[in-house]
């Protein structure tokens, strides 16, 4: 299994809004709605901050927001802050009852 | 408030066999999906398997062949065995919590919604 497509990195400045994409196949993005996006600050474990496509855990902040079209499923943050910057991934459940990572997105505040 | 504590060997020999603890606190340990996650050095997250309480596992095919994962419902623990290590399984692995469930008509994945502190583990002779 290959890893879900992200970019590399992604950046933007205080207050504006940011996407960042996760490209996979019909046999996991595309095929169910099971795909979770990850924060991951340096050193530290990473955090649950979306679920089943656009859902939102209790305590995220609603400047966080996903959503998918076809195979790729998307993590978009509103209202940039400087505390949003970190690695992000996405996951997706897979038609092999595994579950799949994205390589990860930098993302810098500028 | 649920927490999961780690541990195991953190240096180990080629060809030795990787052993990691993970303990549950605070919270029920059925109806849940306890996942182990690894990241190598400067590398992204990978995900190696998971078990229930009653047992029940999924792995990655990459590494099923090496890859066992167990649980002690007595203990409110499970634990992760990975043999024959070589340098490529060198990275820090995280044990999390998932949940699935049935709700409004439909079936819902949670997420990894809880999260382990992380043990390095590192594979040189």
């Known amino acids: 299994q290959s890893a879900l497509t992200q970019p590399a990195s992604v950046s933007g400045s205080p207050g504006q809004s940011i996407t960042i994409s996760c490209t996979g196949t019909s046999s996991d993005v595309g095929g169910y709605n099971y795909v979770s996006w990850y924060q991951q600050h340096p050193g530290k474990a990473p955090k649950l901050m979306i679920y089943?496509?656009?859902n939102r855990p209790s305590g995220v902040s609603n400047r966080f927001s996903g959503s998918k079209s076809g195979n790729t499923a998307s993590l978009t943050i509103s209202g940039l802050q400087a505390e949003d910057e970190a690695d992000y991934y996405c996951s997706s459940y897979t038609s092999s009852s595994t579950l799949l990572f994205g390589g990860g997105t930098k993302l810098t505040v500028l | 408030q649920v927490q999961l504590q780690q541990w195991g060997a953190g240096l180990l020999k080629p060809s030795e066999t990787l052993s990691l603890t993970c303990a549950v606190y605070?919270?029920?340990?059925?109806?849940?999906?306890w996942s182990w996650i690894r990241q190598p050095p400067g590398k992204g997250l990978e995900w190696i398997g998971e078990i229930n309480h009653s047992g029940s596992t999924n792995y990655i095919p990459s590494l099923k062949s090496r890859v066992t994962i167990s649980v002690d419902t007595s203990k409110n623990q499970f634990f992760l065995w990975v043999n024959s290590v070589t340098a490529a399984d060198t990275a820090v692995y995280y044990c999390?919590?998932?949940?699935?469930?049935?709700?409004?008509?439909?079936?819902?994945?949670?997420?990894?919604?809880?999260w382990g502190q992380g043990t390095t583990v590192t594979v040189s002779s």
């Open positions: 089943d496509v656009s």
């Open positions: 999390a919590r998932a949940s699935w469930g049935a709700a409004d008509g439909a079936y819902h994945y949670y997420g990894m919604d809880v």
């Open positions: 605070g919270g029920s340990f059925s109806g849940y999906y």
